[in-house]
């Protein structure tokens, strides 16, 4: 997985589908995660009430838009001030802020040790205007 947001009522993933079984997939998370908070919550029934949606990225550039996109959901849904104060997302890690958890690769922008420089460049002033 290469970004996250869980937000209160749906979730975003960049995620890199080697498989080609998306749908299968996305049916398995989204029923585990539902059993696991319904049973953690003492609630029934589905989370979500929409079936997932899909969008291929093209190339690169699609790739990082969409990781700006998904550290910028939970800011510009007026849920924090900025996408690091918001800790549902990979924000945090991809920033080199807390561990990484070793499920989330976040392999886009290069493993090298300026890695998390090149992520936090895309938030700031001059990326955003673009």
């Known amino acids: 997985m290469e970004a996250y947001c ?7 993933l960049l995620v890199r589908d080697r498989t080609g079984h998306a749908s299968a997939s996305m049916r398995d998370l989204n029923g585990r995660y539902a059993r ?5 919550h003492g609630r029934r029934g ?3 009430d929409r079936r997932f949606h899909a969008t291929p990225v093209e190339d690169d550039a699609h790739a990082i838009d969409c990781l700006r996109y998904i550290a910028l959901n939970p800011a510009v849904g007026r849920l924090c001030a900025r996408p690091g104060d918001w ?3 990979s924000h945090r890690a991809l920033c080199g802020e807390v561990r990484r958890p ?16 090149r992520y936090q460049r895309l938030f700031t002033d001059d990326a955003q205007s673009r």
């Open 6 to 12: 869980l937000m209160p009522n749906h979730y975003h």
């Open 36 to 40: 696991a908070f319904n049973r953690r």
């Open 46 to 48: 589905p989370l979500f």
């Open 87 to 89: 800790r549902w997302s």
């Open 102 to 117: 070793s499920w989330l690769t976040g392999q886009l922008l290069g493993a090298d040790a300026r890695a998390h420089a």
